[in-house]
């Protein structure tokens, strides 16, 4: 009667208003008695049923939700529950098998994936067997039998799914990989970036963008026309498997982590071992009867691998791809690093190695979508042009924001047509630095030299060229798309998801551990060994920054962490403030102190006779002050989101903006590390000493640009007269990241900023709060007893930040244009609407 009850509820939630409360306690009596049964079923029950609004992310009923995951536990033979007595008017018991005939397997015998590719740890023959599917729904569709491929994907035919005692209890199906995603691949990097990437308000055609493969696919069946309807096998392996693949290596370093130490372990359940996740990728990525090198035999991911692979390859007969031969090892370094730490728990850092290689296996995976996406263009087949820009592009939706919404804008929301080819593999090629491809591991067409590439001579970012090892340059820059993913991140909790704090979690993860920075092993580590770096002692400054923070030396950290967790001042912020925040204080306040770190060190190199260390240090501070997402250009992309440009940013309000229309600071600055690259060179120590300070003295001016636009901004947000939420985050950030200068030079300016920008936080009122001048002023007095070139700072609003003097009207006047202002000056960015966002992004 309790499970008759819940799914009475269930069934009349839109009919009866209190059905909804109804339903949630009767499942509260239920729960534990199927989670003893089944965990993942009972996860299904609770999220659909929860009060006071149920979890229905894959598009179906509460009903159709709670019959499917009751399904799996009244179904299994094993099962105490008698499914008869429950229900006879749905098919709810049509699948329960006699125990007596049901025939059990070893879910712990070890398994050989086709002919040896892979020999995994655990069971895995059932997930393999998704490939005799994907052969299934091929068929119908060469048959014309749409309705027949339609019901293999929505309710499978071949993988079955196992209790934990190894006796058939369900059908695993292709469209569940998508229909659940929402829900359980909520923490995955690599799903965040793509219904991040293929987001429009929410929606990808016209649905929930968490089930766009669901959806995409969906498409194709109910096409009229042929040349969409013979796309869905491909589809299928291109967007759900492959998406599966990178789920379970994701929950393989998941369970990894988990059981980084033995304590921890003990609390670990059997569905969570790493190894057991780990070979469930392998299996989806290689399925069922797949022989070594063959295009033909098998239907996955693998196949798909050597078929596009003949197009890119010379491949001898009887060996496999170079990239399936690189992506099977990886499987196989990651099984054995699970092996030989006994999954993670023989040290503290164990899972940090299998986070790296997964850091590896997934832009290793994209390669062969994006050899189609290349072949498919040089040959003009629309149909899977889009459907491989769909499956590749969103990987790069965290990279250079301007290249991805033109190709997504060219390929995935308009039928492809005649574009430049060339054009399209260039915008692509350029962001291959951020997922840490290259020409050499993608390749280039044969007999088509349209994807032709070489980036072994590309040395430079946004014009300036570095001198030493391109890898470790490039893979420092990169500091700013971790910084754009833990964005990403948070926003997809707050308005996709509707959790910001699994979101804030995840993002966590990532400013601890990496997420495009750190991992193959560099000497470039993830944004919080910068924030908490033990050679920040070599800065001058950094003893300012000690004594301000009370002794704190990891002080950006400190803030960091209580944003993350919503602690100290944050416990009262909202979760958009605590975004806010977080991004700023890793843009800005994170890279300042590490550039400062990396350009003292070239000094102490350098008067140790070390002066190719001395360079390194060098290309990695600009590497710090641009980041990659600038692009190779002179100038940038106006895409980037680090110290290099908020200068940019802050010039137009400033008026200090040089004829290139790049910040007139900017080119200061490049300027300073040419000439510390001759002082290297030369051997000049005394010289680079003071050009180095000098870079010191110019980093500040657009922090100091932001401080004064931040206060300026929320003054005329308390007065009504913009139609911004206030940059009140950005402010104390920005604040507090130079401070501790301002209260070395003058103590009484820095309280008066600090008075204006940082007391109160986050509920900072007017008038305490809404008094730019006082600001203004204080920083004007601050200045004159530092190396700060005031001039390079400028005026804003009619006021000139070296004098003070001002003129009333035109403070009022040319405030109130400020966001336009902005927006008029970069039309590229003109879409954003909001200031706030526009600073932001």
């Not at 707050?494 to 993002?507: K, R």
């Not at 920005?734 to 920008?757: C, E, G, R, T």
């Amino acid at each position: 009667p309790l499970i008759q009850s819940m799914l009475y509820y269930a069934d009349k939630d839109s009919q009866i208003e209190t059905a909804g409360a109804a339903g949630y306690v009767s499942s509260l009596a239920v729960l534990p008695i199927i989670d003893s049964l089944d965990t993942e079923s009972s996860n299904m029950v609770e999220n659909a049923m929860s009060f006071p609004s149920g979890s229905q992310t894959s598009g179906q009923s509460k009903i159709e939700i709670i019959y499917g995951g009751l399904k799996s536990v009244l179904t299994d033979p094993s099962s105490f529950i008698d499914c008869e007595l429950i229900s006879n008017a749905h098919p709810l018991c049509d699948d329960v098998q006699d125990p007596n005939n049901a025939i059990p397997v070893d879910v712990d015998e070890p398994t050989t994936i086709s002919h040896g590719l892979y020999i995994a740890k655990n069971y895995v023959d059932d997930r393999s067997a998704i490939a005799k599917d994907v052969e299934e729904i091929q068929d119908f569709v060469d048959s014309k039998d749409i309705e027949g491929a339609k019901l293999v994907y929505k309710h499978g035919s071949n993988s079955k799914i196992y209790s934990k005692n190894g006796m058939p209890i369900g059908i695993r199906s292709i469209s569940s990989f998508s229909l659940q995603a929402g829900s359980e691949m909520q923490k995955d990097p690599t799903y965040n970036m793509f219904v991040y990437g293929l987001s429009d308000e929410n929606d990808f055609l016209g649905k929930s963008v968490l089930n766009y493969a669901d959806t995409f696919v969906n498409s194709l069946f109910e096409s009229s026309e042929r040349r969409w309807t013979s796309l869905a096998s491909e589809a299928v392996v291109a967007l759900h498997i492959w998406m599966q693949v990178a789920h379970k290596l994701h929950a393989a370093y998941d369970a990894c982590k988990l059981s980084k130490n033995a304590s921890e372990r003990r609390s670990v359940i059997e569905s969570s071992d790493a190894s057991l996740f780990l070979d469930e990728a392998a299996a989806y990525w290689i399925g069922d009867n797949q022989s070594t090198g063959s295009s033909s035999q098998g239907h996955l991911l693998y196949a798909l691998t050597e078929k596009i692979g003949e197009q890119f390859e010379n491949i001898s007969a009887g060996s496999q791809s170079a990239v399936n031969s690189r992506i099977i090892d990886l499987f196989n370094q990651a099984k054995n690093h699970i092996a030989i730490t006994n999954g993670c728990s023989t040290s503290q850092d164990a899972h940090l190695e299998l986070r790296s290689i997964v850091g590896n296996l997934i832009p290793m995976m994209a390669v062969p979508l994006l050899r189609c996406l290349y072949y498919y263009l040089s040959i003009g087949d629309a149909e899977r042009v889009k459907l491989y820009a769909i499956s590749v592009l969103p990987v790069f939706s965290h990279c250079s924001p301007s290249s991805y919404l033109e190709l997504k804008n060219d390929l995935i929301d308009h039928d492809f047509n005649e574009v430049d080819k060339e054009y399209i593999f260039f915008k692509i090629r350029s962001m291959y630095d951020c997922l840490g491809l290259s020409c050499d591991v993608v390749g280039s067409l044969l007999g088509d030299d349209f994807a032709f590439c070489d980036d072994s001579s590309m040395k430079a970012l946004a014009g300036y060229f570095f001198r030493t090892d391109r890898s470790g340059v490039i893979e420092a820059s990169r500091i700013d798309v971790d910084t754009r993913a833990i964005d990403i991140f948070i926003n997809n909790g707050m308005y996709l998801f509707q959790d910001s704090e699994v979101a804030f979690a995840a993002s966590f993860e990532c400013y601890k551990y990496g997420h495009n920075i750190a991992v193959t092993g560099s000497n470039h580590g993830p944004l919080q060994s910068l924030a908490t770096s033990s050679d920040r002692d070599v800065v001058p400054a950094f003893s300012a920054f000690r004594r301000y923070f009370e002794d704190d030396d990891d002080y950006a950290d400190s803030i960091l962490v209580d944003a993350f967790i919503g602690n100290g001042v944050f416990e009262n912020a909202n979760a958009d403030e605590r975004r806010r925040a977080i991004a700023f204080i890793l843009r800005y306040m994170v890279t300042h102190m590490s550039i400062q770190e990396k350009i003292h060190t070239a000094v102490e190199y350098c008067k140790s006779n070390d002066f190719d260390n001395a360079e390194s240090a060098l290309d990695s501070a600009v590497a710090y002050l641009i980041g990659s997402i600038e692009g190779e250009e002179d100038g940038g992309s106006y895409d980037g989101n680090l110290i290099y440009m908020l200068a940019k940013r802050m010039c137009v309000h400033f008026g200090t903006c040089a004829a290139t229309n790049n910040a007139q600071v900017n080119e200061h600055i490049i300027s300073l590390f040419y000439a510390g690259q001759g002082e290297v060179e030369a051997g000049a120590c005394g010289s680079l000493s003071k050009t180095v300070n000098k870079i010191d003295a110019a980093l500040l001016v657009p922090l100091i640009q932001g401080v004064i636009f931040a206060s300026l901004e929320n003054e005329l947000y308390f007065e009504a007269r913009t139609t911004s939420e206030g940059l009140f985050p950005e402010g104390y950030v920005l604040s507090q990241s130079i401070l501790p200068i301002i209260n070395d030079a003058l103590p009484s300016a820095a309280k008066d900023i600090q008075s204006v920008m940082v007391d109160g936080f986050p509920n900072q009122t007017s008038p305490a709060a809404a008094n730019h001048m006082k600001v203004i002023l204080a920083i004007r007095d601050a200045l004159r007893y530092t190396a700060v070139d005031c001039d390079q700072v400028g005026s804003i609003a009619g006021v000139n930040v070296c004098t003070g003097a001002f003129d009333a009207s035109e403070v009022r006047k040319s405030a109130s244009r400020s966001a336009s202002l902005f927006l008029s000056a970069f039309p590229t960015l003109a879409a954003t609407t909001a200031l706030a966002l526009v600073i932001l992004r």
